[in-house]
């Protein structure tokens, strides 16, 4: 599992403390029983598609039928496809941390983990003056100055789609994409609807693993993405709101799995949004409202 999908940051394999505090939740009877939620909501699916069904016929009818046996599969491989990507992490982890050695021994980085803030061409002009027993520049400067910029560049929001199309092989993609900053206001915040209903609940706004042990039973999670290493959270969680993310995103998955509301795609909600703020998150319209900011 990974907490991000950089795998600049520690795996849980690594740092496994960010999830004692999930555990410590399930072991004193706070968590949902999966075996049941997943009863109902096998009982819910079955009975919406059968109700579906009734109402149609002839080709609307195979359309249907055809429509959600590919979304139920691809649900799936939607899943499979996110853990697999993690799967080579901590051999990436475990190469880059000998090269970070490597590099601090010689003077290049002044920290192992600065070996993240050097490009590809910056490990090549090493390694050639290595080969070529050229005298080595420090890159402490440099990524000091790197690290600086990223700081500043976190509180931009990012483009929705490159380059922007109303529609892409005949799809609309308004419910695949994270809605633009322009389009929000100090009280309401809009979204993807990825699974339905109504809370209203203290947010719990979390910017990595280093968050987790602060989240509460009850709280919803707001957090910029999901990783499968996030999903115990969800047992805690009331409802989910993320800046990115759409109808077939990890979050929005398992959201409907754990039977709770969730709004994907705001774009800004964790920079809006602060712990503790008392908000109203609406699964089925995609809105969140966050009440006294008007």
Same mark, same amino acid.
């Given at each position: ?12 394999? +690594? ?17 949902? +029983? ?19 069904? +009734? ?5 609307? %009818? ?31 982890? %475990? ?6 050695? %490597? ?88 979204? +993807? ?78 920079? %809006? ?14 809105t969140v409202t966050i009440p006294g900011t008007d």
């Amino acid at each position: 599992m990974i907490y991000q999908l950089d795998f600049a940051h520690p795996l849980p394999i +690594n740092d496994p403390s960010p999830l004692f505090e999930t555990l410590k939740m399930y072991l004193s009877g706070g968590g949902m +029983n999966p075996h049941e939620r997943q009863q109902r909501s096998a009982l819910q699916r079955e009975h919406l598609a059968q109700a579906g069904l +009734n109402r149609l016929k002839g080709l609307k %009818r195979w359309a249907f039928k055809t429509s959600l046996r590919i979304g139920q599969a691809m649900n799936q491989v939607r899943e499979d496809a996110l853990a697999d990507i993690g799967l080579g992490y901590p051999l990436l982890r %475990r190469m880059f941390a000998d090269l970070g050695h %490597r590099f601090v021994e010689i003077g290049v980085l002044d920290e192992v983990d600065d070996i993240y803030w050097l490009e590809k061409t910056d490990v090549a002009a090493v390694v050639a003056c290595l080969d070529g027993q050229k005298p080595m520049t420090s890159y402490t400067d440099r990524i000091k100055q790197r690290k600086e910029e990223w700081q500043v560049l976190k509180t931009v929001t990012p483009p929705t789609m490159i380059p922007m199309k109303e529609k892409y092989m005949g799809f609309k993609m308004d419910i695949y994409i994270a809605a633009s900053e322009s389009d929000q206001t100090a009280s309401l915040l809009k979204g +993807n609807p990825t699974s339905a209903g109504k809370v209203t609940a203290p947010a719990r706004v979390l910017h990595g693993a280093q968050d987790f042990d602060q989240m509460q039973p009850g709280e919803v999670l707001v957090a910029g993405t999901t990783t499968p290493a996030w999903t115990p959270l969800f047992a805690m969680a009331s409802a989910v709101v993320t800046d990115i993310g759409g109808p077939l995103t990890h979050g929005s998955i398992v959201a409907r799995e754990y039977g709770i509301p969730a709004v994907m795609g705001t774009g800004v909600a964790t920079r %809006r949004i602060h712990t503790g703020q008392l908000i109203a998150v609406d699964g089925d319209l995609g809105t969140v409202t966050i009440p006294g900011t008007d």
